[in-house]
């Protein structure tokens, strides 16, 4: 728990949204901000940097500002990123900063955790995940069926000994 005594106190997540992406393919990133202290922050920017070399921007900013967050509430943001290849992807902590009191002259400054490595993989990896895998299935509809048989032959008794114990 964090004591703030009376003064904003604000927290910040970045996250991916699916734990990894795929090249040619968007790439939500969320940043939510918490504010766990005792009164609202005021004139609050959210500031984060992604390469221009590695990512394309589709949707969102990569900055967002908020006049106010009230104490005790949530803002999230989404910024959407299509990376242009796959591998392993930098990210920085994105950085906060926010005013105690409108009137403040003072800035306070946050840095949300840093995710490291976002791993990208290649649009092949997506392929091979979304296809039917047909192989797979008619191998295990085949031993499916001779598990259930195999004991049906073995457990059946033979033609020959019944028609002679009818004979006699």
Not at 30 to 49: K, M, P, W
Not at 50 to 71: K, R, T, Y
Not at 108 to 117: K, P, R, T, V
Request: proline share 5%; hydrophobic share 45%.
């Amino acid at each position: 728990a964090v004591q703030s005594e009376g003064k904003a106190h604000l927290l910040v997540q970045k996250e991916t949204m699916p734990n990894s992406g795929y090249a040619g393919k968007d790439l939500p990133i969320r940043y939510r901000i918490f504010n766990v202290g005792d009164s609202a922050a005021f004139d609050v920017t959210l500031e984060d940097q992604w390469s221009a070399e590695e990512f394309q921007p589709v949707s969102g900013l990569q900055s967002g500002s908020w006049s106010a967050i009230a104490p005790g509430s949530t803002v999230s943001h989404i910024v959407v990123l299509r990376p242009y290849s796959f591998g392993y992807k930098s990210s920085a902590a994105a950085k906060i900063t926010y005013k105690q009191a409108a009137s403040d002259s003072s800035v306070q400054e946050a840095y949300s955790n840093d995710i490291g490595l976002v791993a990208v993989r290649s649009g092949q990896d997506e392929d091979k995940l979304a296809a039917p895998h047909l192989t797979e299935w008619l191998i295990f509809i085949a031993a499916a069926v001779a598990l259930a048989v195999i004991p049906l032959i073995l457990c059946r008794p033979p033609q020959a000994k019944a028609a002679k114990a009818k004979k006699i």
